[in-house]
């Protein structure tokens, strides 16, 4: 079992870019969880997704952010148009689903996205 | 919204001296409360629940109802405790609310 897996490690994009974040969860996980750690800040909730379906988006930027967690292959945070302010550490974290984030929440090691 | 507040955004102590990590929580009935630590460059990990009351490398956390706290305490520090500490709860079925992480550095 080799835990959640978020490729790149570390992204470098120019001003206008897109970036995609990549999380594999943990093997027979269905529940998956996406933070961003800004510099000097804690860990900020952006959204929690199932197969096929965005529960809660509710600490999502309105624009130019979006997640999906397909039905094959992994979930995928996609950022539009990126800024300086999108610099940051994003972590995914996956559970098996009801009753799981008490006991079965596991993180990655993060993405670091820097935009030059 | 429910909350939970980490005070101290920085804390620093001497090696073999005590440590508090401090957590406040919004009253909330029954909360269910969680401390990670997080080493440098590496995966956020769970360090404890309050529910199982347990002890993991020396730490230990009570949950505080009359003053809505889950404090972390060590009796004494070592060096590999530096670390960023954040304390959780659980906020309706499946979403979890950090608070903003207290880094940690133990002094030789």
């Known amino acids: 079992n080799a835990g959640v897996m978020q490729n790149p490690r570390h992204l470098v994009r120019r001003r206008g870019q897109e970036a995609r974040l990549r999380c594999s969860p943990v093997?027979?996980?269905?529940?998956v969880y996406w933070y961003r750690q800004l510099p000097e800040e804690g860990l900020k909730f952006m959204v929690y997704?199932?197969?096929?379906?965005?529960?809660?988006e509710s600490g999502m930027p309105k624009e130019r952010f979006s997640a999906e967690f397909p039905k094959e292959g992994p979930s995928i945070l996609r950022i539009q148009q990126v800024v300086r302010g999108d610099s940051a550490a994003y972590f995914c974290?996956?559970?098996?689903?009801?009753?799981?984030?008490?006991?079965?929440?596991?993180f990655g090691s993060g993405t670091r996205l820097t935009v030059v | 919204a429910q909350r939970v507040t980490q005070p101290e955004k920085l804390l620093s102590v001497f090696k073999g001296a005590p440590v508090e990590l401090k957590c406040n929580y919004s009253?909330?009935?029954?909360?269910?409360l969680f401390w990670y630590v997080q080493y440098s460059r590496q995966r956020l990990q769970l360090l404890l629940r309050?529910?199982s009351r347990e002890s993991i490398k020396g730490f230990t956390a009570d949950l505080n109802k009359g003053e809505t706290s889950f404090h972390l305490k060590k009796p004494f520090a070592q060096e590999e405790d530096s670390a960023m500490y954040y304390c959780?709860?659980?906020?309706?079925?499946?979403?979890?609310?950090f608070g903003q992480g207290t880094r940690l550095t133990i002094n030789p």
């Open positions: 309050h529910i």
């Open positions: 093997k027979g996980h269905s529940h």
């Open positions: 959780r709860r659980i906020q309706g079925a499946q979403k979890l609310v």
């Open positions: 997704l199932q197969k096929e379906n965005i529960i809660d």
């Open positions: 974290a996956s559970s098996p689903g009801t009753g799981g984030v008490r006991y079965g929440y596991t």
């Open positions: 009253y909330s009935g029954s909360p269910e």
